[in-house]
């Protein structure tokens, strides 16, 4: 708490040092705006040898502004796919450098065509709370590979992280090529007003908003990374003790704090009762208690416990079976909580849960659940459970979604070579591996000719050459 006032107490003076953090940056990029390969590897190298030296030290910062995460929740979750992108990305760079050649039609040649890719310029990356270090490291990856230079905007909700992030950052790398800014939604709303090459946003679909519109008045391409309600499919045939289990897997990361959380399942009507007691085993099998019980994620504050609490009561007081899988709350450790025939018109239906609730709602055809699915706001994520192919198939083109899983779930995100992104109300854009290269790197045409210059055959004053010249090139 007491970080958090300061950060308060100081906004104005953090704003005004953003401001010619960023115009430093501006003049810096103009001096070397093309940074070699060899330049770009040695900061990601350098990158990686603070993740893996700091390790200790930002497991516990990030246990601290949770009340309780488990340290190896957090180095599976954020250290190691945070390295992981780092060598993913050093092993592919040069290749991805290099200039692309493209084909040059007929009546042009002689000449050759090709795309360079050139850095942006500034890039602005503002992070969230759940995941202070993968979702910093993730952009920051792509950023630098690309050539950019960055500014990072962390979050007020996790103050021990942001400040231990912004100091080994600033002793690692100057301030023209990594800042960090810290400070209260103030300064986050003065960080998305800069006029950046680009912006990459990770939170809340309302909070995107209004950084989609605060871009607009700089022309800003934004990439936006917003969640929403993702839905987890059972068929019919799948076993649902596995099933279950992967469902419980996804859900219990970082307590349901998590963008690509399952945020409602649909079951087949038959097999409610079974889902009902495959998730309590698998949730149980994973957390045998939750007092004291380190391998628990805590809640990250009070506001968003009572944000949850007050989802239960609503859904209850409207007619929701509540099932609680665990006793009552312990500090901020909510249960996991099944909420079983939920309505639309609940508060838990109607916004992304972002915590260890569980609404279940059934179906009776597949048709029916895909029509639910798609009757709703684009999520980012979207988990079918079952082996039917036929029906995969219906599932992933019939419905859209950022992206999909097939008996699993969060597991796409980890996959370096797949992009990662929202579609509709879940995000624009998106990042990892080439794919992050390519959003924040200008693909420029370049068209190159020699001495030769055929095309003069086209130029006026125009008769009958060219209209044979065309005639026999296309129209024949």
Same mark, same amino acid.
């Given at each position: 708490?007491?970080?958090?006032?300061?950060?308060?107490?100081?906004?104005?003076?953090?704003?005004?040092?953003?401001?010619?953090?960023?115009?430093?940056?501006?003049?810096?990029?103009?001096?070397?705006?093309?940074?070699?390969?060899?330049?770009?590897?040695?900061?990601?190298?350098?990158?990686?040898?603070?993740?893996?030296?700091?390790?200790?030290?930002?497991?516990?910062?990030?246990?601290?502004?949770?009340?309780?995460?488990?340290?190896?929740?957090?180095?599976?979750?954020?250290?190691?796919?945070?390295?992981?992108?780092?060598?993913?990305?050093?092993?592919?760079?040069?290749?991805?450098?290099?200039?692309?050649?493209? *084909? #040059? !039609?007929?009546?042009?040649?002689? /000449?050759? $065509?090709?795309?360079?890719?050139?850095?942006?310029?500034?890039? =602005?990356?503002?992070?969230?709370?759940?995941?202070?270090?993968?979702?910093?490291?993730?952009?920051?990856?792509?950023?630098?590979?690309?050539?950019?230079?960055?500014?990072?905007?962390?979050?007020?909700?996790?103050?021990?992280?942001?400040?231990?992030?912004?100091?080994?950052?600033?002793?690692?790398?100057?301030?023209?090529?990594?800042?960090?800014?810290?400070?209260?939604?103030?300064?986050?709303?003065?960080?998305?007003?800069?006029?950046?090459?680009?912006?990459?946003?990770?939170?809340?679909? *309302? #909070? !995107?908003?209004?950084?989609?519109? /605060?871009? $607009?008045?700089?022309?800003?391409?934004?990439?936006?990374?917003? =969640?929403?309600?993702?839905?987890?499919?059972?068929?019919?045939?799948?076993?649902?003790?596995?099933?279950?289990?992967?469902?419980?897997?996804?859900?219990?990361?970082?307590?349901?704090?998590?963008?690509?959380?399952?945020?409602?399942?649909?079951?087949?009507?038959?097999?409610?009762?079974?889902?009902?007691?495959?998730?309590?085993?698998?949730?149980?099998?994973?957390?045998?208690?939750?007092?004291?019980?380190?391998?628990?994620?805590?809640?990250?504050?009070?506001?968003?416990?009572?944000?949850?609490?007050?989802?239960?009561?609503?859904?209850?007081?409207?007619?929701?079976?509540?099932?609680?899988?665990?006793?009552?709350?312990?500090?901020?450790?909510?249960?996991?909580?099944?909420?079983?025939?939920?309505?639309?018109?609940?508060?838990?239906?109607?916004?992304?849960?972002?915590?260890?609730?569980?609404?279940?709602?059934?179906?009776?055809?597949?048709?029916?659940?895909?029509?639910?699915?798609?009757?709703?706001?684009?999520?980012?994520?979207?988990?079918?459970?079952?082996?039917?192919?036929?029906?995969?198939?219906?599932?992933?083109?019939?419905?859209?979604?950022?992206?999909?899983?097939?008996?699993?779930?969060?597991?796409?995100?980890?996959?370096?070579?797949?992009?990662?992104?929202?579609?509709?109300?879940?995000?624009?854009?998106?990042?990892?591996?080439?794919?992050?290269?390519?959003?924040?790197?200008?693909?420029?045409?370049?068209?190159?000719?020699?001495?030769?210059?055929?095309?003069?055959?086209?130029?006026?004053?125009?008769?009958?050459?060219?209209?044979?010249?065309?005639?026999?090139?296309?129209?024949?």
């Amino acid at each position: 708490m007491v970080a958090q006032q300061e950060h308060l107490d100081c906004s104005p003076q953090q704003i005004e040092q953003m401001r010619e953090v960023f115009v430093r940056q501006q003049a810096a990029f103009r001096s070397d705006p093309m940074l070699s390969a060899e330049h770009r590897i040695t900061l990601l190298k350098t990158l990686r040898r603070m993740i893996v030296q700091e390790k200790s030290a930002l497991v516990d910062a990030i246990r601290v502004d949770f009340g309780n995460r488990s340290a190896d929740e957090t180095i599976v979750a954020e250290i190691l796919p945070s390295l992981h992108n780092i060598d993913y990305t050093v092993k592919r760079l040069r290749r991805w450098m290099k200039p692309s050649r493209r *084909s #040059v !039609g007929m009546l042009f040649q002689p /000449a050759s $065509a090709r795309v360079v890719y050139q850095p942006l310029g500034v890039v =602005g990356v503002i992070v969230p709370w759940n995941y202070p270090l993968f979702l910093a490291i993730g952009p920051l990856v792509s950023a630098l590979a690309a050539g950019n230079r960055v500014m990072l905007k962390l979050s007020e909700a996790t103050p021990v992280t942001s400040q231990l992030l912004k100091t080994l950052l600033g002793q690692l790398f100057s301030e023209e090529m990594i800042s960090v800014s810290l400070g209260s939604a103030e300064v986050g709303v003065a960080f998305s007003q800069q006029p950046f090459d680009h912006l990459l946003f990770t939170g809340a679909t *309302s #909070v !995107g908003r209004y950084v989609m519109r /605060a871009a $607009a008045e700089n022309l800003t391409p934004v990439t936006l990374e917003l =969640g929403g309600k993702s839905p987890a499919i059972i068929s019919s045939t799948v076993p649902m003790a596995q099933a279950a289990e992967r469902i419980a897997f996804g859900k219990a990361m970082n307590a349901g704090q998590t963008c690509v959380a399952p945020d409602y399942v649909l079951v087949p009507r038959t097999r409610l009762d079974d889902f009902t007691t495959a998730y309590r085993e698998a949730i149980q099998h994973l957390f045998p208690k939750l007092e004291d019980n380190p391998d628990y994620t805590s809640i990250i504050n009070e506001r968003q416990i009572k944000r949850l609490a007050a989802y239960i009561l609503d859904a209850e007081q409207k007619g929701a079976q509540i099932i609680p899988l665990f006793p009552a709350l312990q500090g901020r450790r909510l249960p996991h909580t099944l909420i079983l025939n939920p309505s639309d018109d609940m508060e838990v239906m109607r916004e992304e849960i972002f915590g260890p609730l569980l609404p279940v709602v059934t179906y009776e055809r597949i048709e029916e659940a895909l029509h639910y699915v798609t009757e709703r706001p684009r999520p980012l994520a979207l988990y079918y459970f079952g082996d039917d192919r036929k029906e995969q198939e219906r599932v992933l083109y019939q419905t859209h979604s950022g992206g999909v899983c097939l008996n699993d779930t969060l597991m796409h995100v980890a996959q370096d070579d797949l992009p990662f992104g929202g579609v509709g109300q879940s995000g624009m854009g998106h990042y990892h591996g080439h794919e992050g290269f390519l959003t924040f790197s200008h693909a420029k045409s370049v068209f190159s000719k020699g001495g030769i210059n055929s095309a003069r055959l086209i130029y006026p004053p125009y008769g009958k050459t060219i209209q044979k010249i065309i005639y026999w090139l296309y129209l024949r």
